[in-house]
T-cell receptor
């Protein structure tokens, strides 16, 4: 999984498999977390978010899990498709009046047909 | 809706030259941001503007200046470009997402800058 300070990790899966991308965060004061997807040559795109008062949130084919005890966040993608191939970033907002995010370094997901 | 539009998409500069990256959003967002992205690294905040008329430094502001021209536009200027500023620059704006129901960053497509 990804964490600030590590080289870009990679995950390779077969089409149709489920993917799990992990992220560790360091700021226990962070109250809001987001997953972004970045395809080659494009800007990051919002996937799903979760607030610190929740431990799970589901979207379309995606689920985010938050474990505040160990400061860990994961993104699960069901039935992964070739179009899911991208770099996935987690981001945390440590709060405050200004909306500033701290991004992880990303995980490269490759889906093999 | 065009979302967030950045120009130029590509630029090559010589050390010491100056240039301005332009950014405009049509989503009526209050907040706008400039990030840089370097290989193998996440996005790092250069400057942001929480609302029209205000700007603040982010994590890596040295060598850059910004102008929040109006609610729609937020420009990033390199007064004297250095090779260390070779990067991909992303502009973003934030506002309440209709689906997510939360403040969400919407990014532009990026501007790839090379400083020789």
């Amino acid at each position: 999984g990804e964490s600030v300070g590590l080289h870009l990790p990679t995950l390779s899966v077969q089409e149709g498999d489920n993917s799990i991308i992990n992220c560790a965060y360091s700021n226990s004061a962070s109250d809001y977390f987001i997953w972004y997807k970045q395809e080659s040559g494009k800007g990051p795109q919002f996937i799903i978010d979760i607030r610190s008062n929740m431990d799970k949130r589901q979207g379309q084919r995606v689920t985010v899990l938050l474990n505040k005890t160990v400061k860990h966040l994961s993104l699960q993608i069901a039935a992964t498709q070739p179009g899911d191939s991208a770099v996935y970033f987690c981001a945390e907002n440590s709060g405050g009046s200004n909306y500033k995010l701290t991004f992880g370094k990303g995980t490269l997901l490759t889906v093999n047909p | 809706n065009a979302g967030v539009t950045q120009t130029p998409k590509f630029q090559v500069l010589k050390t010491g030259q100056s240039m301005t990256l332009q950014c405009a959003q049509d989503m009526n967002h209050n907040s706008m941001y400039w990030y840089r992205q370097d290989p193998g690294m996440g996005l790092r905040l250069i400057y942001y503007s929480a609302s029209e008329g205000t700007t603040d430094k982010g994590e890596v502001p040295n060598g850059y200046n910004v102008s929040r021209l109006n609610k729609r536009e937020f420009s990033l200027r390199l007064e004297s470009a250095a090779p260390s500023q070779t990067s991909v620059y992303f502009c973003a704006s934030s506002g309440r997402d209709r689906i997510a129901g939360a403040n969400v960053l919407t990014f532009g497509a990026g501007s790839r800058l090379t400083v020789l």
